[in-house]
């Protein structure tokens, strides 16, 4: 090997980071981390929300300055006051939520910020050339002149990695790059990463996904609470381990369920059409039942009806013709309010934005549904004492962590800000839930926490209908699997019978 | 009557002042534009204008030379531009409320001024028609174009050069990252700052100019209030212009055509119903209330415009 990498570049042998410490107003965020990582080498960052990985990585990228410790490159100490002394020490991250300009095309957002050879003019055509030469080593195919909102999510991301490429990285930080890829990209990513990492290439993969870590990692470092709880080769390193290390206590493990017993039909929604946001079809004739007891989990890729449906169900999006009914009684074209009140609770995707208000106290936000009926209201006046008590029980029944009562909800972590949500929905008794994506950017223990309240409510005798893009989610709850696509229920598949592989064909539309 | 419209004289009239019209708000809106590409939507051009109008007034009245009263408006419209930027990116002030309060300065400021060094409304010899050889001899399209006063002749000189600034050099293509997603450019080491403190500045700049081009070229006189509301519709037509340079060319074209139709159905004494010539003057801002609803949504503006940036948030 020789010690360039194929973009030309030199590589980074060795990146050490010893004895970080980075304090916040009230947080000890990093304390004395250790963490190094290797030329041709994946390492793995694992730690749930709030263990410190992001500090860290800022940190390296220079977005952060660390209060203590220091950087070592190849052995020698380095200072990184901001991304372009890190772009100039050959280090490139790879942003969860993608630093990209989406009006502008693939090759203007590479060249932004670079250094011109036609001075203060643009050079896009040399950077095009570059882009191409680029996506040929690194097998990243790329079109220079696309605008980058036409492109797929995965395209996205190839991008995001030629701009790093583009700029000389050696050692490259991805932030939960699969977060927001379906399974095929996820496995294509892949193997780009691979051929870098044989390549020459650094990468430090920031996740909480056991399974990609030990698919892809050779070593990991586990973070908690700030602090390094240990590094260790992958190999040889199960699921459960990495998930104990994580949590700091057994986890990681499937949920233990019940055997299925289901009753009546709680939930049916007959022949449904509805167009989305744009007006174009989103629903093409969705028909199923879900029954009080079972859990119905919905699977598809993102964009296939799912929101549209949760929301025609909950009354927030009319249905262009078909039925929904409700115990029974059909409540098509009934306020959400009316369908909340027969029985409905809804758990949204997006909960900051639709299962909450942000600036609202917790207590406020638990008594969002039933702010206007006894016992937190009478006559119009609100009863403070019972708005104080019973939502300090379901904050201490439902394990929220907040300051107080009084603390507004967006100050609170997302598996918090989603418990609220479940103590609302559930302490409601509701014949039916939807729950859209109930576990979308939680950490482990919140994960679990929420997937043990929807067993337990299903154990009840609740119909909950469960739409995730998390196949493992489903997999591990749902009594019945229902797939979507395009509008469409390609598959109705009882979970004995149910496999990745046959649900991802589903999933791709192949009709079984 | 109506038919006195549709004479040669008329029509080459009505077409002349329409283009010479066009000239503040071309100056003001280009700058504006540069703005709000970069995410940042001032509202206080009207009181930008304001100053550098007076700027440019007191310096040709004192010296006699419209260029070094030019010169005055740029420096005036550069300092209140910066006055903007200090206000909105560095202490993040809301933007449109800071805004008006540059605005209500500006305007204020220019009534003082006006008050304590002139006192009494005086005319000014400006910039005069400058007629381009040959081109001037052209018919009907020489007297329209090219008889027309310097300023003029800038103002749509600026409409290419905006462009090239936007689309063809990496200080636009800055720009426009900025004003779309300035985290973005800034993890690529764009000053977000800087950007948006200069894009604001040459907007107030431009503005001065913009103010200028009324007191030393279209009307040579100041007053209070000179610029009555000129501003502010330079700012519509930035959205009116979908923010492009050549679209706010056409509304600018649009707007200051229909008013020099109107002007000149009023000087003509064209009878109007009701005897209402306010309902004459209303017409270009109607018209531009039209237009701005029935091209709502054609066009998405910048992402970023009107939103404070921080690093981290």
Avoid at chain 1, 240 to 261: C, F, I, N, S, Y
Avoid at chain 1, 377 to 382: C, I, M, N, V, Y
Avoid at chain 1, 387 to 400: A, M, P, Y
Avoid at chain 1, 429 to 456: K, M, S
Wanted: glycine letters at 10%; hydrophobic letters at 45%; one cysteine or more.
């Amino acid at each position: 090997m020789t010690d360039l990498l194929p973009s030309g570049h030199p590589r980074i042998d060795h990146l050490e980071m010893r004895g970080i410490t980075k304090r916040f107003p009230g947080v000890l965020a990093s304390d004395h981390v250790d963490f190094d990582v290797r030329t041709g080498e994946v390492h793995a960052l694992l730690g749930e929300n709030g263990a410190g990985k992001s500090t860290l990585m800022r940190i390296l990228y220079g977005l952060y300055q660390p209060d203590e410790g220091e950087i070592r490159l190849n052995g020698q100490v380095v200072s990184i006051q901001s991304p372009a002394d890190a772009i100039r020490y050959g280090i490139g991250m790879i942003h969860q939520h993608f630093m990209l300009v989406p009006t502008l095309t693939v090759k203007e957002n590479v060249a932004l910020g670079l250094k011109s050879s036609r001075s203060f003019l643009t050079d896009l055509d040399k950077v095009a050339a570059r882009i191409e030469q680029l996506a040929k080593l690194y097998s990243l195919d790329v079109d220079p002149d696309a605008v980058v909102w036409q492109l797929s999510v995965g395209q996205q991301q190839r991008v995001e990695i030629i701009k790093a490429l583009y700029r000389g990285a050696a050692l490259l930080i991805l932030d939960e790059p699969t977060a927001v890829l379906t399974p095929q990209e996820v496995d294509e990513f892949f193997v780009i990463l691979e051929q870098m990492k044989r390549d020459g290439h650094a990468l430090i993969f920031i996740s909480h996904k056991l399974h990609e870590v030990i698919q892809l990692c050779n070593r990991v470092t586990v973070l908690r609470d700030g602090r390094t709880i240990g590094t260790t080769k992958v190999e040889g390193t199960t699921k459960q381990q990495l998930a104990e290390m994580m949590v700091g206590r057994p986890a990681g493990l499937q949920p233990t369920k019940k055997p299925l017993d289901a009753h009546e039909v709680r939930l049916s929604v007959r022949n449904v059409e509805a167009l989305n946001d744009r007006g174009r079809p989103a629903l093409r004739g969705v028909s199923f039942d879900v029954r009080a007891g079972e859990i119905v989990g919905l699977a598809g890729v993102s964009g296939n009806g799912q929101r549209t449906l949760a929301e025609v169900i909950a009354g927030l999006r009319p249905a262009t013709s078909g039925e929904v009914s409700l115990g029974g009684r059909n409540v098509t074209g009934l306020s959400p309010r009316r369908v909340m009140a027969l029985g409905l609770s809804y758990i949204p995707e997006e909960r900051m934005r639709d299962g909450m208000i942000r600036e609202f106290t917790v207590a406020e936000n638990i008594i969002l549904r039933e702010f206007d009926q006894p016992p937190y209201a009478r006559s119009g006046f609100l009863n403070q004492a019972a708005i104080q008590r019973n939502s300090r029980e379901l904050v201490n029944s439902f394990n929220v962590k907040t300051p107080s009562l009084e603390t507004p909800a967006k100050n609170l972590s997302g598996g918090n800000i989603q418990k609220i949500i479940l103590a609302r929905e559930i302490s409601r008794r509701p014949q039916v839930i939807v729950a859209a994506q109930p576990t979308r950017g939680l950490d482990i223990g919140a994960t679990e926490y929420v997937h043990a309240r929807l067993l337990e409510q299903r154990d009840q005798g609740t119909a909950t209908l469960l739409i995730s893009e998390d196949l493992d989610e489903i997999l591990a709850l749902a009594d019945r699997i229902l797939v979507i696509c395009d509008g469409r229920i390609m598959g109705d598949v009882p979970r004995a019978e149910a496999t990745a592989e046959k649900l991802g064909l589903l999933m791709a539309g192949v009709e079984s | 009557m109506i038919s006195q419209l549709f004479t040669e004289a008329v029509l080459i009239g009505i077409l002349t002042s329409g283009i010479r019209l066009a000239t503040p708000y071309l100056f003001a809106s280009i700058g504006e534009m540069f703005g709000q590409r970069s995410g940042v939507l001032n509202l206080g051009v009207e009181g930008m204008m304001l100053m550098g109008a007076f700027a440019a007034f007191y310096v040709t009245l004192t010296t006699g030379s419209p260029w070094l009263g030019l010169l005055a408006s740029i420096l005036v419209g550069t300092l209140m531009g910066l006055a903007m930027a200090v206000i909105s990116v560095t202490f993040q002030a809301e933007q449109g409320i800071s805004g008006i309060g540059v605005y209500l300065f500006g305007l204020g400021m220019s009534e003082l001024l006006f008050k304590k060094m002139l006192g009494t409304v005086e005319t000014v010899s400006g910039f005069r028609p400058l007629a381009i050889p040959v081109l001037s001899d052209i018919p009907i399209i020489g007297p329209i174009l090219f008889q027309q006063s310097a300023m003029v002749y800038l103002a749509y000189l600026l409409v290419p050069v905006a462009w090239f600034v936007l689309y063809r050099t990496t200080f636009g293509l800055k720009i426009r990252a900025v004003g779309e997603n300035p985290a973005a450019a800034d993890s690529l080491g764009v000053s977000v700052k800087r950007t948006r403190y200069m894009t604001v500045t040459l907007g107030g700049a431009l503005a001065g100019v913009a103010g200028a081009s009324l007191s030393i070229a279209l009307l040579n006189v100041f007053q209070q209030n000179l610029t009555s509301g000129i501003g502010f519709i330079a700012v519509a037509l930035v959205y009116f212009g979908g923010w492009r340079p050549y679209g706010v060319l056409f509304g600018a074209l649009l707007f200051s055509m229909v008013n020099a139709l109107q002007l000149w159905i009023q000087a003509l004494n064209i009878p109007i119903p009701f005897d209402a010539s306010e309902l004459l003057i209303m017409m270009p801002y109607v018209l531009t209330i039209l237009v701005l609803m029935f091209s709502a949504g054609r066009v998405r503006k910048p992402s970023a415009l009107g939103a404070i940036y921080e690093r981290g948030t």
